[in-house]
């Protein structure tokens, strides 16, 4: 495993020798992130890699477990000097800090009741040569498991002619996910596995395509989570192990009720407390570690 290096935060070819220049703010932000992967001793374990290709397009498309999964994946392409456009809720897009940085970083809004503007600008992106990422799921998996999947990765490879990269990410929800309160605990853990290229067949249709990408997205998911080297150490980290390996997590079907309202994009939003409450409460959590 290997933790986020303080050369790489200030390294001048980071992004090769000639960076496209409106991309300026989105290198600034992965410079920042990898200080706060340094800070909290994130243990990575990147494999596969190599499959994300140095140039032309390619559709990114991984299972969803944590608020932070982006920026996992971000850095599995970032050796390959490549970034990622994902695709993420269009009231990210709407608040007054996180989006004027997601616009400027040229990622995709989605608005799940309307989606075929961000389909569209999908697709421009993949014939324009970018890497786009997509969470099929449409959301966190509250099961930590694979849920159904949306088609719309397939269709944005068929019409766009791009591979697809399956992708699993694990350990990031042990930080921050849905349903639980976030934890900047040190050391720990994040796996991310990068399978092989997975490339339309001529005349192939969208439910075939999808039906080979959460094959291999289940073969990649299943190796992140056996394969993770840091166990839950007692009874109370056993939350975040899916039940089918032994975990108290809940299962697939009681998620699915719970996550109901975020997939159709309907649930309340109850007012959030202060900045200053809450970091009051993460100080006070940290404290009594």
Not at 40 to 46: K, N, T, Y
Not at 202 to 227: F, S
Request: with cysteine.
């Amino acid at each position: 495993m290997e933790t986020a290096r303080w050369r790489d935060v200030v390294r001048r070819d980071l992004f090769g020798p000639r960076p496209d220049p409106r991309d300026r703010l989105y290198r600034l932000v992965i410079r920042l992130v990898l200080v706060v992967f340094r800070l909290l001793d994130l243990r990575f374990d990147v494999r596969g890699g190599e499959h994300v290709p140095a140039s032309g397009p390619a559709v990114v498309c991984s299972n969803h477990v944590s608020y932070l999964d982006f920026t996992f994946l971000g850095l599995a392409a970032l050796p390959r000097r490549r970034l990622v456009r994902f695709m993420a809720k269009e009231s990210v897009f709407r608040h007054r800090v996180s989006g004027p940085l997601m616009r400027a970083m040229r990622h995709i809004p989605v608005d799940r009741r309307a989606g075929a503007a961000a389909f569209d600008a999908a697709v421009r992106a993949l014939k324009d040569g970018q890497v786009v990422g997509v969470f099929p799921e449409a959301t966190i998996s509250s099961s930590f498991v694979l849920k159904d999947l949306k088609a719309g990765a397939a269709r944005m490879a068929i019409d766009s002619g791009a591979p697809v990269l399956p992708a699993a990410v694990w350990g990031g929800h042990r930080i921050t996910t849905k349903h639980h309160p976030v934890d900047l605990r040190r050391g720990v853990a994040v796996t991310v596995v990068l399978g092989e290229p997975i490339v339309p067949e001529p005349g192939e249709t969208a439910p075939a395509l999808l039906g080979r990408i959460r094959a291999a997205m289940e073969v990649l998911v299943d190796e992140a989570q056996r394969t993770y080297p840091q166990p839950p150490s007692g009874p109370a980290e056993l939350w975040w192990q899916p039940a089918h390996l032994g975990g108290t997590a809940p299962t697939p079907q009681q998620a699915a009720e719970r996550d109901h309202p975020d997939v159709r994009g309907t649930r309340r939003r109850l007012p959030r407390p202060h900045p200053v409450a809450r970091l009051r409460r993460l100080v006070g959590r940290r404290g009594r570690r």
